[in-house]
């Protein structure tokens, strides 16, 4: 699990979650309460998806979350 602010102070919180079918995702949650985003994780599978949240920038966090959509639960397998 990531903490960051996004460009206009936001603090977000990102974690890893394990879809169906081996899928991952990055889901990112606002600091405070509000909508859940989630995106397809980077990383073909756990340990590298694990690892590219882990030591991604915050440049790069802010992107994932720019290509987040709104919580799906059943699109993330779940």
Excluded: I, K, N
Excluded at 21 to 36: A, D, I
Excluded at 53 to 67: D, F, I, R
């Amino acid at each position: 699990m990531r903490t960051f602010e996004d460009a206009s102070g936001q603090a977000w919180q990102a974690a890893l979650l394990e879809g169906s079918y081996g899928q991952h995702w990055l889901v990112f949650s606002p600091m405070g309460g509000g909508e859940l985003r989630q995106c397809p994780s980077p990383a073909p599978g756990r340990a590298e998806a694990q690892a590219a949240l882990a030591s991604c920038t915050v440049a790069e966090l802010w992107a994932w979350l720019e290509a987040a959509t709104p919580w799906d639960a059943a699109a993330a397998g779940g």
